[in-house]
């Protein structure tokens, strides 16, 4: 059964902390991706990633990065936390014909 | 640039009532339109993939369908524990066709 998992299903941070979300995916897709998810702006893509150390901008990555080391594994990270990036954050790994299978999703609070 | 716009926002059913959701876009050579089914506090369910028009595809009570301009995720009979928020998406040329475009989704409140 397809697995995708995130770290932690709630945070809480302070502005300007720096901030990692983790996500591992078992079924060894090449592709990973994340999103953010706000009400009435649906999903929004920050960044992909096509391979190990390989990875794209999205349609807003400002004020994130990733990490891709290994195949299973893709971090996004907020350098410096902000309140507007408080938001459900969304993982998610797709099959070669593109169908996404998504993590639980990470709510994180920036106050 | 690719637009998905998903109507109604909400609809609110009684269980046995049967209607369609609609999903319209406007892209750049479609390579696929997606429906995904997101159940509150969790990640979006992958449905459906369709890729042409014409194409159908059904699971249970749903059924998907698309034209060149929109596709409709049609629901038979719908029970309460059908009710959840139902995104679309495309993945199109644009961009190289890495990505999908979300809908911002219907919700649906199936009641007995």
């Known amino acids: 059964d397809v697995k995708v998992t995130q770290s932690s299903r709630y945070l809480v941070k302070r502005t300007g902390e720096k901030v990692f979300l983790e996500c591992v995916q078992d079924?060894?897709?090449?592709?990973m991706f994340w999103y953010r998810q706000d009400p009435g702006l649906g999903l929004r893509l920050i960044y992909f990633?096509?391979?190990?150390?390989?990875?794209e901008k999205g349609d807003i990555p400002e004020g994130y990065s990733v990490s891709r080391e290994k195949k299973e594994r893709f971090s996004l990270i907020l350098e410096s936390a902000s309140t507007n990036q408080t938001s459900m954050y969304l993982c998610?790994?797709?099959?070669?014909?593109?169908?996404?299978?998504f993590g639980p999703g990470t709510r994180l609070t920036v106050t | 640039e690719d637009q998905v716009t998903q109507s109604p926002e909400a609809l609110r059913l009684q269980e046995g009532e049967s209607s369609s959701l609609n999903c319209s876009y406007t892209?750049?050579?479609?390579?696929?339109l997606f429906w995904y089914r997101q159940d509150p506090g969790k990640g979006p369910e992958f449905l459906f993939t369709?890729?042409?028009a014409g194409e159908e595809k059904e699971k249970e009570r749903l059924k998907a369908t698309l034209t060149k301009k929109e596709s409709f995720l049609h629901i038979t009979a719908p029970k309460p524990e059908d009710s959840a928020t139902y995104l679309c998406?495309?993945?199109?040329?644009?961009?190289?066709?890495?990505?999908?475009?979300f809908g911002t989704g219907t919700q649906l409140k199936v009641e007995l």
């Open positions: 892209v750049s050579g479609l390579r696929g």
């Open positions: 998610a790994s797709r099959t070669t014909s593109w169908e996404q299978y």
């Open positions: 990633s096509y391979d190990v150390k390989m990875k």
């Open positions: 998406a495309v993945r199109a040329l644009t961009g190289g066709g890495n990505k999908l475009t």
């Open positions: 079924m060894d897709h090449e592709n």
């Open positions: 369709l890729y042409s």
